[in-house]
């Protein structure tokens, strides 16, 4: 039996998303937490419109590799991403290289929760200003039952 690659599945999967369709997708990794569960969560894609700092995307990056990120910074044509879960480091892309718009997080039960609702937003910008704790309140996260609490909301 073969197994799909994962360039196969993006691929297969933006095609799906080009042609107006809504794609679920799964999300590895920890890079977005603490706002979307690698490996546990997926993310529901759409065909990218009007983007803006903050949405989450499916972009082709740096030239070399697709990555589920936030747009931090769009400046004419360029975008820049980073993850939520990163407390350094950041991509770089075209705005013709996002490939997807993330619209909701899939849990692991099914259920779709809006990436755009009022709540999430704020928390988002409030993650951004909260850039240089990040890495104790990531740490804290991962060893507590904080994670728990966050999965079920």
């Known amino acids: 039996m073969s197994h799909a690659s994962d360039k196969e599945i993006i691929g297969n999967a933006i095609a ?16 977005m937490l603490p706002f ?17 700092v903050g949405h ?12 589920i990120h936030r747009i931090i910074r769009i400046e004419g044509d360029q975008v820049t ?3 939520d879960g990163n407390i350094a480091g950041v991509e770089h892309c075209r705005q013709d290289e ?22 999430r937003v704020r928390a988002s910008r409030l993650w951004w200003k909260l850039l240089p704790v990040r890495r104790w309140i990531l740490a804290l996260y991962r060893r507590t039952y904080l994670k728990i609490i966050l999965y079920y909301i």
Not at 16 to 31: A, D, I, W
Not at 56 to 67: D, H, I, P, Q
Not at 99 to 116: D, E, S
């Open 36 to 52: 979307i569960i690698g490996d546990k969560e997926s993310v529901d894609l759409v065909k990218p419109k009007d983007l803006q």
């Open 56 to 67: 989450v995307v499916l972009a082709w990056v740096e030239g070399c590799r697709y990555v």
């Open 81 to 83: 991403l980073m993850g």
């Open 16 to 31: 799906l998303v080009n042609e107006g369709l809504r794609v679920t997708f799964p999300v590895k990794g920890y890079s």
């Open 98 to 119: 996002v490939a997807a718009l993330a619209i909701n997080v899939v849990t692991a039960k099914g259920k779709h929760h809006p990436l755009y609702c009022p709540w």
